[in-house]
């Protein structure tokens, strides 16, 4: 049985993939520090779900704790290291930098020692939409350059690629970093659109639309990215010596065994009609708010999702419709509404 220890598995992320992994007889290791920056219970809700599992432990730390990460470690050395932990958020880095210096710079360096201490066999780590930045080209693809991030939230993801790659480099550790684009489904993050539009349309609030709706996301499904994780553990990349023909779009890089690759729906909905399926789902009409575009924010994100499906066959392929129906009748349940 192999083991994966997930970082962040009590996060939304985490979570599903976590469940997934348990579900195809993997041993999950799980490391999370149950921060406050939204609700704890839901963390602790989606730990003691995987708890049910034998095959889940999991600790209660900082990715800043060096110690603590190496006892997880080594009480149960992981043949694969899933890095999912991160401070998230791409407004609260307006008003707390530091908070993402240290989780996201600090504690992913930690995670890398401890990848490179035990050898793993494939170290994987989340980036996300918000490293290409100010980019206006579109769809999205990994060999565009990325060297304008708008927040520091992207500034440190950015940064933590960058250390991925030289620790693929210099340690021969194979390493896939993939960046997500807008991320929904059930037991999802309060701070996010989905749940703060159904939880003000449900109390009868308005909502927020900024930009005034003249937006667009790729927004991806979580049950189709953590599918999409689990075919990417299977295909790390090789070293330099061992390849044959490039791929085509291939974001290999030439000097160590590192790629990048997007996870997204590769299509851009407009906002306005993500909240119009939202309404629908709830039979209620949304009070609307427009406001003005947010510092850091982009108008729009599309992903290219060729280089996944060459490299695994799969992509992702929920419909906005099906998914927002999917979390709407899980927040029902879940908060009897």
């Not at 970082?7 to 997934?20: C, R, V």
């Not at 958020?89 to 035990?118: C, K, Q, W």
């Not at 160590?256 to 996870?263: K, S």
């Amino acid at each position: 049985m192999k083991t994966v220890l997930v970082t962040g598995s009590a996060g939304f992320i985490g979570y599903h993939l976590s469940k997934l992994l348990l579900a195809e007889g993997f041993r999950v290791v799980g490391y999370d520090n149950l921060n406050p920056y939204y609700d704890v219970s839901l963390k602790e809700r989606r730990h003691a779900m995987l708890l049910q599992s034998p095959n889940f432990s999991c600790t209660v730390a900082d990715l800043e704790d060096m110690a603590a990460l190496a006892q997880t470690s080594q009480t149960t050395p992981p043949d694969v290291l899933v890095h999912l932990a991160a401070q998230a958020g791409v407004r609260y880095s307006l008003e707390a930098p530091r908070d993402y210096i240290n989780s996201n710079v600090v504690g992913t360096f930690n995670v890398m020692e401890m990848a490179r201490d035990h050898r793993v066999a494939h170290l994987l780590m989340s980036s996300t939409s918000s490293a290409y930045g100010a980019n206006t080209e579109m769809p999205f693809r990994e060999t565009d350059k990325s060297d304008t991030p708008l927040t520091i939230y992207a500034a440190t993801k950015r940064a933590m690629e960058g250390m991925g790659h030289a620790y693929a480099h210099l340690h021969g550790l194979p390493t896939t970093l993939f960046r997500f684009f807008t991320v929904y489904g059930p037991w999802g993050r309060p701070d996010m659109a989905l749940f703060k539009f159904t939880e003000g349309i449900l109390a009868g609030r308005s909502i927020d639309i900024y930009n005034h709706g003249k937006m667009e996301r790729d927004f991806t499904y979580v049950d189709d990215l953590v599918r999409a994780i689990r075919h990417l553990i299977a295909t790390p990349p090789p070293a330099v010596e061992d390849r044959g023909d490039p791929l085509e779009g291939d974001s290999l890089s030439p000097a160590a065994p590192y790629r990048l690759v997007n996870i997204g729906n590769s299509t851009a909905v407009p906002l306005m009609d993500f909240v119009a399926e939202i309404e629908d789902a709830l039979r209620i009409a949304a009070i609307r708010n427009y406001t003005e575009m947010q510092p850091g924010e982009v108008v729009a994100t599309w992903a290219d999702g060729a280089l996944l499906t060459r490299l695994t066959g799969y992509a992702p392929g929920t419909d906005v419709r099906t998914g927002v129906r999917a979390v709407v009748a899980w927040y029902r349940d879940y908060y009897g509404r």
